[in-house]
C-alpha cells in the first residue's frame, strides 16, 4: 500500500531538510507526500488593520503567492531522475497551521507527519518550536520531528520509553514496526519506575507490543526514577539510538514532559528524529 505522508512548510531550511528526510526515509517505497502551508495567519494578521476588500485581495494574492512558492519546492526536490515510487501534491490552506494540518491528517487519512523542529520565527533555546509542540499534542495521527542538524541515517537502534499504562493503537505500531522492520532496526522498550511488578493492566498493554511489533528485535528495560529526560538521554548515547518514539495521550508520561521543564532539557540535547504516536481516535 501507498503512504501517505504530510511535510508542513513555512519554506524555511529546516522544513526543507525535513521534506529530504522524508524522501529518503521512504525511498524503497509507494509514498505520496503532500506538501503543505498554511498561510491564514499570514493574512489574519492584517484584519484589524485592514479594509475587508483589501483583505480579500490580499487572501487571493497571498494564496497564488503560496501555490507559486509549493510549486518551485516541489520542483527542487523532485531529483534527476525523479523517484518513480512518489508523488508529490501540494496543498495551500488559508487557515492557522495545527487546524490545517488536523483537518488534513482526517480529510486524506494520513500516515505520518514528518516536520522540521525549527522555523522562521523558532529561537534556539529548544529544539521544539512552539508549533511543533502544538502538533504533537493535538494531531491525531504520529508526527515526526526532524532537528535541524540531523543527517540522514538509517535508525538501527529505535528508544521507546514507555509506562505500559496506555492502551496502544494498532495501527501506530504497525507504522513503528514496518519502520524498524525495514531497517532491521532495534526497539529498546524502557519503563522508568521504582516497582519490580506489573500491574496485569501493564502486563496486557506490554503482551500487546510484543504480538503488534513482530518484524524487529524488542528488548524491555527499567531504570530508576530520577530526572526523566537525563535517563532517556543517557539511554540514546549507551544504545546509539537514531530515533526516540514516545506515547501521547492525556495524563501521560508524555503530556507531563510536555508541561513540565523536562521537554526543556530534552529539547536543548536531543539531536535524533523523535517521533510522538497518538492516542486519540481517527
Known amino acids: 500500500m501507498m503512504k501517505t505522508i504530510l511535510i508542513p512548510t513555512d519554506f524555511s531550511k529546516n522544513a526543507l531538510h525535513a521534506l529530504t528526510y522524508a524522501k529518503e526515509l521512504y525511498k524503497c517505497?509507494?509514498?505520496?507526500?503532500?506538501v503543505l502551508h498554511a498561510?491564514?495567519?499570514e493574512v489574519y494578521g492584517h484584519y484589524k488593520t485592514t479594509p475587508k476588500e483589501e483583505l480579500e485581495k490580499m487572501k487571493e494574492e497571498?494564496?497564488?503567492d503560496t501555490q507559486k512558492k509549493l510549486d518551485a519546492?516541489?520542483?527542487?526536490?523532485?531529483?534527476?531522475p525523479p523517484n518513480p515510487l512518489h508523488n508529490f501534491e501540494t496543498v495551500a490552506k488559508l487557515d492557522n497551521l495545527v487546524d490545517a494540518v488536523n483537518d488534513f491528517v482526517d480529510e486524506m487519512n494520513i500516515d505520518?507527519?514528518?516536520?522540521?523542529?525549527?522555523?522562521?520565527?523558532?529561537?534556539?533555546?529548544?529544539?521544539?518550536?512552539?508549533y511543533t509542540i502544538e502538533i504533537f499534542k493535538y494531531v491525531k495521527c504520529p508526527v515526526l520531528a526532524i532537528p535541524e542538524?540531523?543527517?540522514y541515517r538509517q535508525p538501527k537502534a529505535i528508544l521507546f520509553p514507555t509506562d505500559y499504562m496506555l492502551p496502544?493503537?494498532?495501527?501506530e505500531l504497525?507504522?513503528?514496526?514496518?519502520?524498524?522492520?525495514?531497517?532491521?532496526?532495534?526497539?529498546?522498550?524502557l519503563y522508568i519506575t521504582d516497582f519490580d511488578e506489573l500491574s496485569p493492566r501493564q502486563e496486557d498493554n506490554k503482551l500487546f507490543l510484543e504480538g503488534t511489533l513482530t518484524k524487529p528485535y524488542l528488548s524491555f528495560e527499567t531504570a530508576p526514577v530520577k530526572n526523566k529526560a537525563e535517563i532517556i538521554l543517557e539511554q540514546i548515547e549507551q544504545k546509539e539510538a537514531g530515533m526516540l518514539v514516545m506515547m501521547n495521550s492525556r495524563h501521560s508520561f508524555f503530556e507531563d514532559m510536555l508541561y513540565r521543564s523536562t521537554v526543556d532539557l530534552l529539547g536543548l540535547k536531543i539531536k535524533i528524529p523523535f517521533m510522538v504516536m497518538q492516542n486519540i481516535k481517527r
Do not use: N
Open 174 to 189: 504497525k507504522l513503528l514496526g514496518d519502520l524498524a522492520g525495514k531497517f532491521k532496526s532495534k526497539i529498546h522498550c
Open 39 to 41: 498561510y491564514g495567519e
Open 73 to 80: 519546492l516541489i520542483d527542487s526536490v523532485l531529483g534527476e
Open 112 to 130: 505520518l507527519v514528518i516536520m522540521g523542529t525549527k522555523g522562521q520565527t523558532s529561537d534556539h533555546k529548544t529544539t521544539f518550536g512552539s
Open 62 to 64: 497571498k494564496r497564488e
Open 29 to 34: 517505497e509507494r509514498a505520496c507526500f503532500f
Open 149 to 151: 542538524d540531523f543527517e
Open 168 to 171: 496502544y493503537k494498532r495501527r
